[in-house]
């Protein structure tokens, strides 16, 4: 118990501090190292708030079931911001650091499905095929990696239609991607429908930034390793 409270507050500090300012001071590889020193659940989800602004980061990755060291943590939190610097020149995408389930940044790169698809459409345009295909080259020298896919859409027609339309948007870029010489074995697909909206439906413009796909690249379990192992 002691040592439980002994992380909370120690997440809180840094917390607070960061709050003060603004974590100005702070790398992605020192915030990779205070997510990946084993601290606990609540000294992770505190450095993943300020690192992505993303709740929803805890749920990608694959679960390695052991705690990460603070080494590893800090060498995969390098070569990740490292390449979400990137992946920033990509066009129509907007590319933001996250923590993934076991407390090691992760990138989440937002593609706008109002360029990636027509209206209810759900296959890809050519604008988009190129945008896509930048993405893949851009990560081919990172083939230990792993990628969680999700389509949105906004709430106009019924749950049952949007839940398939997000799912086929997710699917399409998925099949795209492996086209581009991605792995279908590294990607997870999955509709999110309109449940997680990042702005107001009742508005045009609301409405178009609903509509997305986004894609968590992770570490899988041979990036942990080879960080582990010292080769990373």
Same mark, same amino acid.
């Given at each position: 118990?002691?040592?439980?409270?002994?992380?909370?507050?120690?997440?809180?500090?840094?917390?607070?501090?960061?709050?003060?300012?603004?974590?100005?001071?702070?790398?992605?590889?020192?915030?990779?190292?205070?997510?990946?020193?084993?601290?606990?659940?609540?000294?992770?989800?505190?450095?993943?708030?300020?690192?992505?602004?993303?709740?929803?980061?805890?749920?990608?990755?694959?679960?390695?079931?052991?705690?990460?060291?603070?080494?590893?943590?800090?060498?995969?939190?390098?070569?990740?911001?490292?390449?979400? =610097?990137?992946?920033?020149?990509?066009?129509?995408?907007?590319? =933001?650091?996250?923590?993934?389930?076991?407390?090691?940044?992760?990138?989440?790169?937002?593609?706008?499905?109002?360029?990636?698809?027509?209206?209810?459409?759900?296959?890809?345009?050519?604008?988009?095929?190129?945008?896509?295909?930048?993405?893949?080259?851009?990560?081919?020298?990172?083939?230990?990696?792993?990628?969680?896919?999700?389509?949105?859409?906004?709430?106009?027609?019924?749950?049952?239609?949007? =839940?398939?339309?997000?799912?086929?948007?997710? =699917?399409?870029?998925?099949?795209?991607?492996?086209?581009?010489?991605?792995?279908?074995?590294?990607?997870?697909?999955?509709?999110?429908?309109?449940?997680?909206?990042?702005?107001?439906?009742?508005?045009?413009?609301?409405?178009?930034?609903?509509?997305?796909?986004?894609?968590?690249?992770?570490?899988?379990?041979?990036?942990?390793?080879?960080?582990?192992?010292?080769?990373?």
């Amino acid at each position: 118990m002691k040592k439980a409270i002994s992380l909370f507050l120690c997440a809180a500090m840094i917390a607070s501090g960061c709050m003060f300012t603004g974590c100005s001071s702070m790398s992605k590889t020192a915030e990779g190292s205070l997510v990946g020193s084993g601290a606990g659940a609540a000294l992770g989800a505190v450095v993943g708030a300020i690192v992505g602004k993303d709740g929803k980061g805890a749920a990608v990755g694959a679960a390695i079931g052991t705690a990460v060291g603070a080494g590893t943590g800090a060498l995969i939190g390098k070569k990740m911001d490292k390449k979400a =610097e990137e992946l920033k020149a990509l066009e129509a995408a907007q590319v =933001e650091t996250v923590t993934d389930q076991n407390g090691l940044e992760a990138i989440k790169v937002t593609f706008d499905s109002g360029i990636l698809f027509p209206t209810n459409g759900t296959t890809l345009s050519a604008d988009s095929k190129a945008a896509l295909s930048n993405f893949a080259k851009q990560m081919t020298d990172m083939p230990e990696t792993d990628f969680t896919i999700y389509g949105h859409t906004d709430n106009t027609g019924t749950a049952a239609v949007n =839940e398939r339309i997000s799912l086929q948007r997710a =699917e399409s870029v998925a099949k795209y991607l492996k086209s581009c010489g991605i792995a279908e074995t590294r990607m997870t697909t999955e509709g999110k429908s309109f449940n997680e909206p990042v702005a107001d439906n009742a508005t045009a413009e609301g409405r178009k930034l609903n509509r997305r796909v986004e894609v968590y690249i992770t570490a899988n379990a041979n990036m942990i390793q080879a960080a582990e192992n010292g080769t990373l």
